[in-house]
């Protein structure tokens, strides 16, 4: 075998790092050549998309610049009517607790009105019915105890006369009662 001295061996670990330098280096420039390739395949489509959606961003752009006004309109327009809503509710509600109030003291009133025309009705029927019953029953009275006088004076009976007095004054007194009663 023949002998490697330490040149050659030097000269060997250099071929190999060369070696190796050199592999390292072509993987690099394919590293590079991917990454430029890779970047300009991303170029292009960030291009595209910018083409794509810049058109749709300024159209909305611009559709918001158009609309705002309109949009801080119809708020301001939006909060006036609910004050005047909370403002007309306010009102109504106001009239409507004016007219409940007044509604409750007209019918306190009528109950008022009502009540005293039915007590003077009642005082006026217990009048008239009293002004009207005593004097019928005084005279109904009155008639039975002519009645039967007229009836006692009738009777042919002299004894009868005052032995039995009339148990009603509205019982008639005839022949067949002088009969039962002896």
């Given at each position: ?23 390292q ?11 430029r ?16 959606a ?5 159209n909305?752009q ?8 309109n ?10 009517v609910?004050h ?26 009528v109950?008022?009105?009502?009540s ?13 019915a ?10 109904a ?42």
């Open positions: 075998m023949p002998y490697i001295d330490n040149q050659t061996i030097m000269l060997a670990i250099v071929a190999v790092t060369a070696l190796a330098l050199l592999l280096a072509f993987v690099l420039l394919a590293i590079f050549l991917t990454v390739k890779a970047a300009r395949s991303l170029k292009e489509e960030v291009r595209t998309l910018r083409a794509a810049m058109p749709v961003i300024l909305t611009a559709l918001l610049t158009r609309v705002t006004p949009v801080e309109a119809t708020l301001a327009d939006v909060a006036a609910t005047g809503l909370r403002e007309h509710t306010a009102q109504v509600e106001t009239t409507f607790k004016d007219i409940l109030e007044r509604l409750r003291q007209q019918s306190s009133r109950d008022e009105m009502v005293s025309v039915l007590d003077a009705v009642d005082r006026a029927g217990s009048f008239l009293n002004a009207v019953s005593k004097p019928a029953r005084q005279l009275g009155l008639l039975a105890s002519f009645k039967a006088v007229i009836e006692s004076l009738r009777s042919s009976d002299p004894a009868l006369r005052h032995t039995r007095p009339p148990e009603d004054f509205g019982e008639s007194l005839s022949p067949e009662d002088d009969d039962s009663f002896v």
